[in-house]
């Protein structure tokens, strides 16, 4: 079975600073990972994707995130953080190899960022 | 190139009905998938199409149902709705295929209330 757990509900920082946003992971095998935002009364929006290769990923919008294995982790991070950044954010995982339910998206549970002027 | 859209955006019924929510994938895409998100279970997998055929399914009564047509695009209907089926319904689109690196690409979002 494959999980991820999101630690924080909510994060808070302000404008400028950077930002982390917690990602856990646990698949039998390699994973695919990814991150997802949400703005309110709206769908999910792809922000990036780990495959393989280079352990740090840059997405849409100035996200980038880490892929550690030994800490079975996917932290999405942004050096700068704007108040439109205010979200929820959701990091998924799917297992390699893939076969009937394996090749489904396992999403946490969200953090809630919020961004203050 | 349009993304995924889903009709109708809005949808209030009552318990015991029945709703079909549609939902149509970007230009090329084969695999639909259906997600219900609530605040209590957060994003669960209802059942991924691909070709018309349903490949994967998650962990839903038989009340959830769904299809997809041959130009992909893909219905999902529930029978007998009960209060607890009230929450925003996503489809995502992908490549499908055998690529397992597919990004699903999400559409709006049905949101279903059941009074």
């Known amino acids: 079975a494959q999980s991820v757990a999101q630690p924080e509900d909510q994060v808070n920082v302000a404008e400028g600073n950077p930002l982390t946003v917690k990602c856990t992971y646990s698949?039998?095998?390699?994973?695919?990972l990814f991150w997802y935002v949400q703005y309110p009364n709206r769908g999910l929006q792809f922000l990036l994707k780990?495959?393989?290769?280079?352990?740090l990923v840059k997405g849409s919008y100035g996200f980038e995130a880490e892929f550690n294995k030994s800490q079975t982790s996917f932290h999405l991070k942004k050096p700068s953080a704007l108040v439109s950044d205010s979200a929820l954010y959701f990091c998924?995982?799917?297992?390699?190899?893939?076969?009937?339910?394996?090749?489904?998206?396992?999403f946490g549970s969200g953090t809630q960022l919020t961004v203050l002027p | 190139k349009a993304g995924v859209t889903q009709t109708p955006r809005y949808l209030i019924k009552t318990r015991g009905q029945q709703v079909t929510l549609s939902c149509s994938p970007i230009?090329?895409?084969?695999?639909v998938s259906w997600y219900q998100q609530t605040p209590g279970q957060g994003l669960q997998f209802l059942f991924e199409?691909?070709?018309?055929?349903?490949?994967n399914k998650g962990n839903f009564p038989g009340r959830f149902s769904g299809r997809q047509f041959s130009n992909s695009r893909s219905e999902m209907n529930v029978s007998t709705l009960e209060l607890g089926d009230s929450a925003l319904y996503l489809c995502?689109?992908?490549?499908?295929?055998?690529?397992?690196?597919?990004?699903?690409?999400f559409g709006p979002g049905t949101r279903l209330t059941v009074l």
């Open positions: 199409y691909f070709s018309e055929t349903q490949r």
């Open positions: 698949v039998s095998g390699n994973p695919y």
């Open positions: 998924a995982v799917r297992a390699i190899p893939t076969s009937g339910s394996a090749r489904q998206l396992t």
């Open positions: 995502a689109s992908s490549l499908g295929g055998g690529r397992t690196t597919d990004t699903q690409y």
């Open positions: 780990y495959i393989t290769g280079d352990n």
């Open positions: 230009s090329g895409h084969r695999s």
